[in-house]
């Protein structure tokens, strides 16, 4: 039973974009931002929501580790392909704009794909595949971020979390979207644990001597001074449960995400310099479209991937379970729950918006207050 009071989409849509405006975002580029969160929300993944507006952007913006303007370059482009450098500025403006591209490259030629270095957190990685999906097309993505994954036999952190994101057009009311991290958890669900008081559960983080760690905030520490390391997908750090599959996937992000744009990779992304200081991320992100069109048709397609979709749920369950998903339904099943509801908001990130609130002088008053 949700505890939590809610918050009205359009009022928590206003509050962030007023904010990233008097933080020096422009208007346009706010309102993609914070499109990008509540759209997060309304899939029903808090870790990448409100939770994260303020201590993922607004405080980085303050650090200088994110710049509030995005002075997007294209550095390379042809009829099919473009790669960009996001000059530190809003990874989620950059994204949006580059996949804008691809969509059309797509709809002209069959296939685009795209690049960008020098980026900054782009949100969740569903939201660009989806922008595709809408279309009738199929959405691609991957995007490294700061080293969080040991390899597998390793305990240092070496990887990001580094998610492998599809977005499939089907002839039902919501696309079939995999969008998860190649680690057993990601580093935002960590995050939400701790905010919430809540410890992480064993065996998805490894600690430096190889014992596995539960305290959330002290978890989030020790990612930081790189003496913890998220476990691949499988589990680790040996290869008992098959956890190299999740490290070879997460080597592939690392991969694509780097050396397609020109960027920077692992190590290098942590935002701290040797001497301790914060510094920009430069982190890279990379984007494919496939027009279904080109191939079979898009409403073909759309009907064989529903088909497979429906049979899967309709398989046989095991004993105890009454229902099997596909990917993207549960966040479909959490859009109709929230709808009409808004945004259920715990004590932090109330603390947050008051605090922000006043900070700025908006003229805001939350239903929690």
């Not at 989806?130 to 597998?152: D, F």
């Not at 001597?209 to 990612?223: A, F, N, R, V, Y």
């Not at 390391?229 to 996937?249: F, R």
Request: glycine share 10%; hydrophobic share 35%.
């Amino acid at each position: 039973m949700e505890t939590r009071p809610y918050l009205p989409w359009d009022l928590v849509t206003s509050f962030m974009v007023d904010v990233f405006c008097a933080y020096g975002v422009p208007e346009e580029d706010a309102k993609i931002c914070a499109d990008v969160l509540v759209e997060s929300d309304r899939r029903g993944i808090e870790s990448h929501g409100c939770n994260r507006f303020k201590p993922i952007y607004i405080d980085r913006i303050e650090r200088g580790t994110l710049l509030p303007t995005t002075d997007l370059e294209i550095v390379k482009e042809t009829p099919t392909t473009v790669v960009a450098d996001a000059h530190d500025g809003m990874g989620m403006v950059a994204s949006y704009r580059v996949m804008q591209k691809l969509i059309q490259k797509a709809k002209t030629y069959g296939m685009a794909g795209g690049a960008i270095r020098n980026s900054t957190h782009y949100g969740i990685a569903g939201y660009w595949t989806t922008m595709a999906s809408k279309e009738g097309l199929i959405g691609v993505t991957g995007t490294n971020a700061r080293p969080s994954i040991a390899p597998t036999f390793g305990v240092e952190n070496m990887m990001g979390t580094n998610p492998l994101t599809f977005s499939l057009p089907t002839d039902e009311e919501f696309p079939f979207c995999l969008d998860c991290a190649t680690s057993i958890v990601q580093r935002g669900k960590i995050e939400y644990y701790a905010r919430s008081g809540k410890p992480t559960p064993a065996g998805m983080v490894v600690a430096e001597d190889g014992s596995e760690l539960t305290d959330s905030e002290e978890i989030l520490k020790m990612l930081v001074d790189g003496t913890a390391a998220l476990a691949p997908l499988g589990g680790g750090p040996g290869d008992e449960m098959c956890g190299y599959k999740g490290y070879g996937y997460a080597a592939v992000v690392e991969i694509l995400s780097a050396a397609l744009s020109g960027g920077q990779f692992m190590k290098a992304l942590t935002g701290v310099a040797e001497d301790g200081s914060p510094q920009m991320y430069h982190l890279g992100h990379f984007f494919f479209v496939v027009d279904p069109e080109a191939f079979v048709g898009r409403k073909e397609f759309e009907k064989i991937a529903g088909d497979i979709c429906r049979a899967l749920r309709s398989s046989k369950k095991a004993p105890g379970y009454d229902r099997i998903y596909t990917a993207g339904e549960k966040e479909y099943l959490a859009w109709l729950d929230r709808k009409d509801k808004g945004v259920p908001v715990g004590e932090s990130v109330q603390k947050e918006f008051v605090e922000l609130r006043d900070k700025l002088g908006l003229d805001y008053h939350f239903p929690f207050e």
